[in-house]
């Protein structure tokens, strides 16, 4: 629900009030199932190692399926590029709040402070800036007016702050030399985005592979994304080629 339309009316003494309803929508959430992959290995090797080998496997697929989440809700594609039928993306719900002037101007002071006036001040408090580290790194060589860098570089366990706000990197959002890319994103993912995700599932599969002495690891999971309110995500694009 996204009612900024109504507030308080001023009422005089036996005034009928008028109805003033908020207007609802619903978006039905269905998931999809994805999969990281086969992997196969040796079970001599299982045997020989004197580390434990299967979960190695499963923490090095705990990353493998953490970037494959992220490019899922970001570009709402697998990591082929395939579209997700319930799961849009980021960049295509975010709503174009400014523009770049050129490519060639890169992203400037205006472009930013552009970005953080078009959010609603009621998506303040829980808001964050997502960028690749390639942007973050490019903001962090460039200075405002008054000759200051655009953000606080974070602390030990802290992140990054721009306008106050933290800076949370997102490598599957584009570059800010791509033409129409939407590099930056500003907005509340708690009031613009509702995820569905099963717990992720590991499989070992023993006898598959049995006759080649081998074991296979093979990991699943469903994600489903949609909308709740549409100005609570923000992006910069930059200028077409």
């Given at each position: 629900?996204?009612?900024?339309?109504h507030?308080?009316?001023?009422?005089?003494?036996g005034?009928?009030?008028?109805?003033?309803?908020?207007?609802f929508?619903?978006t039905?959430?269905?998931?999809?199932?994805?999969s990281?992959?086969?992997?196969?290995?040796?079970?001599?090797?299982l045997?020989?190692?004197?580390?434990?080998?299967?979960?190695?496997?499963?923490?090095?697929?705990?990353?493998?399926?953490?970037?494959?989440?992220?490019?899922?809700?970001?570009?709402?594609?697998?990591?082929?590029g395939t579209?997700?039928?319930?799961?849009?993306?980021l960049?295509?719900?975010?709503?174009?709040?400014?523009?770049?002037?050129?490519?060639?101007?890169?992203?400037?002071?205006?472009?930013?402070?552009?970005?953080?006036?078009?959010?609603?001040?009621?998506?303040?408090?829980?808001?964050i800036?997502?960028?690749?580290?390639?942007?973050?790194?490019?903001?962090?060589?460039?200075?405002?007016?008054?000759?200051?860098?655009?953000?606080?570089?974070?602390?030990?366990?802290?992140l990054?702050?721009?306008?106050?706000?933290p800076?949370?990197?997102?490598?599957?959002?584009?570059?800010v030399?791509?033409?129409?890319?939407?590099?930056?994103?500003?907005?509340?993912?708690?009031?613009?985005?509702?995820?569905?995700?099963?717990?992720?599932?590991?499989?070992v599969?023993?006898?598959?592979?049995?006759?080649?002495?081998?074991?296979?690891l093979?990991?699943?999971?469903?994600?489903?994304?949609?909308?709740?309110?549409?100005?609570a995500?923000?992006?910069?694009?930059?200028?077409?080629?």
């Amino acid at each position: 629900m996204d009612d900024s339309t109504h507030g308080l009316t001023l009422i005089a003494e036996g005034t009928t009030l008028s109805e003033t309803d908020p207007t609802f929508s619903s978006t039905v959430v269905s998931a999809d199932p994805l999969s990281s992959g086969l992997v196969r290995y040796s079970n001599q090797l299982l045997s020989d190692s004197a580390f434990d080998l299967e979960q190695l496997l499963k923490n090095l697929t705990s990353s493998r399926i953490g970037r494959g989440i992220e490019k899922a809700l970001t570009l709402g594609t697998d990591v082929a590029g395939t579209p997700l039928p319930n799961s849009p993306g980021l960049v295509s719900l975010s709503q174009i709040a400014s523009t770049t002037s050129t490519i060639a101007a890169g992203v400037g002071w205006t472009d930013i402070t552009n970005l953080f006036d078009s959010l609603d001040p009621a998506f303040l408090p829980r808001s964050i800036f997502l960028m690749n580290s390639k942007t973050r790194n490019y903001l962090a060589g460039l200075k405002d007016s008054t000759g200051r860098s655009f953000f606080v570089p974070g602390t030990a366990n802290s992140l990054d702050m721009l306008l106050g706000r933290p800076i949370v990197i997102n490598q599957s959002l584009g570059l800010v030399t791509t033409a129409s890319a939407k590099p930056i994103l500003f907005g509340s993912l708690f009031d613009g985005l509702q995820v569905i995700a099963s717990e992720p599932r590991v499989a070992v599969l023993r006898e598959r592979f049995a006759e080649v002495n081998e074991s296979a690891l093979v990991t699943s999971i469903r994600i489903g994304s949609a909308s709740l309110q549409a100005g609570a995500i923000q992006a910069l694009r930059i200028a077409a080629a």
